[in-house]
């Protein structure tokens, strides 16, 4: 795109551009000059909105925390509808197939994004320490309807489901799992606690 073109929603087609480059050829690509190209602009427009580099990469993780922050409030709102391992199967596929695994690694990768996300979260890993917040306070939800066991751990439930999840999605390069794999990943994880 020439330079002086407008283009619209700079910072989305910006976050959208580095999540499809993660997505596709993991954090070693993920450059400002790659982003801005896979955006289709000029490399000065990531630079007109963000400090720098590690500060784009920072939002782009925010961002994306906001996302599966609005799948958790979807997910608690379908407590007592359909089957707990069904509406848990959907949320994992919603949270992994997207960019949750590569943001762990983007963080793991670099030195200077990490140092600066540890400033706002100093603990745990971005979105999938959500993820698994989100997954308890549901599985939380399930126990007082009954669904779930009342004397279930959720919060350990919710990390197993965020590590193993996490586990069966790692491989950008495999096909992704499918629902029923999902499904039987929830169902063994949740075992005894489920109570319908």
């Known amino acids: 795109m020439p330079t002086g073109v407008a283009i619209r929603d700079a910072r989305e087609q910006l976050f959208d551009a580095a999540e499809r480059i993660l997505l596709r050829d993991g954090p070693s690509a993920l450059t400002s000059r790659s982003v801005t190209a896979e ?4 490399k000065g427009v990531l630079h007109r909105h963000f400090r720098d580099f590690d500060g784009f990469l920072a939002e782009l993780v925010e961002d994306r925390v906001v996302r599966v922050e609005r799948l958790g409030a979807e997910l608690r709102e379908n407590a007592g509808n359909g089957t707990v391992a069904d509406n848990l199967a959907e949320a994992l596929t919603a949270i992994f ?5 590569a943001i762990v690694s983007l963080v793991t990768f670099r030195d200077e994004l990490r140092a600066r996300i540890r400033q706002q979260r ?9 993820a698994g917040n989100l997954i308890a306070d549901y599985l939380a939800a399930e126990a007082d309807i009954g669904r779930v066991a009342a004397t279930a751990d959720t919060g350990l439930l ?5 590590g193993s999840g996490h586990l069966l999605f790692a491989d950008r390069t495999a096909p992704r799992p499918r629902l029923e794999a999902v499904r039987g990943l929830v169902t063994a994880v949740l075992g005894s606690a489920l109570t319908s």
């Open 39 to 42: 955006a289709g602009c000029a």
């Open 97 to 101: 197939e997207t960019v949750a695994v």
């Open 122 to 130: 100093p603990s745990g890993l971005p979105i999938l320490t959500e």
């Open 158 to 162: 919710a990390r197993t489901l965020i």
